[in-house]
T-cell receptor, first 113, second 113 residues
Framework: SQQGEEDPQALSIQEGENATMNCSYK?????LQWYRQNSGRGLVHLIL?????REKHSGRLRVTLDTSKKSSSLLITASRAADTASYFC?????????????FGKGTKLSVIP | NAGVTQTPKFQVLKTGQSMTLQCAQD?????MYWYRQDPGMGLRLIYYSASEGTTDKGEVPNGYNVSRLNKREFSLRLESAAPSQTSVYFCASSADWGTQPQHFGDGTRLSIL
């Protein structure tokens, strides 16, 4: 079953603009992770944010987590054509001792040069 | 540093045939995972191995078996392939179970006719 749901499903922006993707989930989490997948490749880990953290940065990436709303957002600033990819959120759930990662369906980002 | 290596990259099978997908990691990770990715879907966990010597079912284990051969290698076997198992299969590994980022291979694209 899908835990995280990304929004929007697809996003098209001009190079240099910012891109924001959102993720909502249903149950209590241990951590939330964002991954990128380029066409025909495996997933690449971007950022892990723990349930007691509210914001994390990595280069041009900024992730926020609001556990009261069960939501997270990924912001990519000053986007580049190379950022074109699908982006997935994944939650590690804290219940019943299970830490399986549950992935959403992803947001497909297209950055137009 | 190869990371996670999956073989083969592509395979076509006939219904009822069997095959084993191989996965090896060189990062000394404790935990390994097998996922499948279908069009428009996120990844779904098939089986995982939290540590060497243990394996457990994920969300969609039916029709599959796994072997954690040693710390480096984790194989996925389809005993009697069915068209519903046509998918892209990803192997991943992480330092520990559930609380660390996962590192993915580039996938095996499997078609069952």
């Amino acid at each position: 079953s899908q835990q995280g749901e990304e929004d929007p499903q697809a996003l098209s922006i001009q190079e240099g603009e910012n891109a924001t993707m959102n993720c909502s989930y249903k149950t209590s989490i241990n951590n939330l992770q964002w991954y990128r997948q380029n066409s025909g490749r495996g997933l690449v880990h971007l950022i892990l944010i723990r349930s007691n953290e509210r914001e994390k940065h990595s280069g041009r990436l900024r992730v926020t987590l609001d556990t009261s709303k069960k939501s997270s957002s990924l912001l990519i600033t000053a986007s580049r054509a190379a950022d074109t990819a699908s982006y997935f959120c994944a939650t590690s759930n804290s219940g019943a001792g299970s830490y399986q990662l549950t992935f959403g369906k992803g947001t497909k980002l297209s950055v137009i040069p | 540093n190869a990371g996670v290596t999956q073989t083969p990259k592509f395979q076509v099978l006939k219904t009822g045939q069997s095959m084993t997908l191989q996965c090896a990691q060189d990062m000394n990770h404790n935990s390994m995972y097998w996922y499948r990715q279908d069009p428009g879907m996120g990844l779904r966990l098939i089986y995982y191995s939290a540590s060497e010597g243990t394996t457990d079912k994920g969300e969609v284990p039916n029709g599959y078996n796994v072997s954690r051969l040693n710390k480096r290698e984790f194989s996925l076997r389809l005993e009697s392939a069915a068209p519903s198992q046509t998918s892209v299969y990803f192997c991943a590994s992480s330092a520990d179970w559930g609380t660390q980022p996962q590192h993915f291979g580039d996938g095996t694209r499997l078609s069952i006719l």
